[in-house]
């Protein structure tokens, strides 16, 4: 079965009116409301694709009376016109969330959570892939540049001419072409923070600079 029949079952399931339940009777009555209203025309999405929960109504009055009541729980829904209907719609996890739980779907509201948890952790862990690929390739592609650089000093035979600190980092780019600026100041003799590895690299970039002109 689908999320939305296993919700709408769990709520059939419930009793209409709890008369031990410590909730206020506006509050049951305005949940019976919502509650009713979704069994009859509502329908949510399975939450391991897209987020979202709607529900049809034939008359605009009807429709903005359950987004009245939503808003007095500050659960926030949309209002829009569908094929001469009106339809209140959710596509926020949380505010979904929030809405399972005022209509007492604790199961489905339970199970939507733990299907949120893992959809957001394993869209933050593919971020932190794509950002961790992404500065790799910057690297790379400075590293690059940095030992063309280089080779191009020796082809014309100006290395030995280079400062100490300078055929330093050179040797050092050249054998970890792959290090970040500041795992390579780290692995000099005497180590370097990155901006110094920065603009010790920026000197042979201008010494390569003017030999190719």
Not at 13 to 40: G, L, P, Y
Not at 85 to 113: Q, V
Request: glycine fraction near 4%; hydrophobic fraction near 40%.
């Amino acid at each position: 079965m689908s999320f939305s029949t296993d919700l709408k079952e769990e709520l059939l399931n419930q009793k209409v009116w709890d008369a031990k339940s410590s909730m206020k009777q506006s509050e049951q009555i305005d949940r019976i409301c919502v509650r009713e209203a979704f069994i009859k025309t509502g329908f949510i999405n399975n939450p391991n694709k897209d987020y979202h929960l709607e529900i049809l109504f034939k008359t605009q009055d009807k429709a903005e009376e359950i987004i009245e009541i939503l808003n007095r729980y500050y659960i926030n829904a949309k209002i829009i016109t569908k094929n001469k209907s009106y339809m209140i719609y959710i596509k926020d996890g949380e505010e979904i969330s929030k809405f399972l739980a005022f209509i007492g779907a604790n199961a489905a509201m339970l199970k939507f959570e733990e299907i949120r948890v893992i959809k957001e952790t394993k869209n933050n862990i593919n971020r932190l892939v794509n950002c961790e690929t992404a500065n790799l390739n910057k690297t790379v592609n400075a590293s690059v540049m940095q030992i063309e650089d280089i080779k191009l000093i020796r082809r014309l035979k100006k290395f030995d001419d280079l400062p100490k600190g300078l055929k330093e980092i050179a040797q050092a780019r050249e054998e970890n072409p792959e290090l970040t600026l500041e795992e390579l100041g780290l692995s000099l003799t005497t180590p370097i923070g990155k901006s110094g590895v920065n603009h010790r690299l920026k000197k042979l970039h201008e010494i390569a600079e003017s030999l190719r002109k």
